[in-house]
């Protein structure tokens, strides 16, 4: 599974982060850090933390498609 976050909307409100540590991580106020291939165990995790997010800023997909880094 792999994951985008839309670094533009991000707000830093650090629910990804708080519900999926190992795979979200907030450096400082605002620079989140992510994982983009999520390992499986993480998944559910990290499926609750995108729904968590205030702002829509977690993309999850098998693929997350072109434009990824
Ligand atoms: S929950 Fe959303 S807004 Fe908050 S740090 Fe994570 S991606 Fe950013």
Known sequence: MQIVVDLN????????????PQVFELHGEEALMFTPAVPDDQRERV????????VQAIVVGERAGPGVR
Do not use: D, H
Request: glycine share 4%; with cysteine.
């Open 9 to 20: 909307r991000c707000q830093g409100y650090a629910q990804c982060a708080f519900l999926a």
């Open 47 to 54: 499926r609750r933390a995108a729904a968590a997010c205030p």
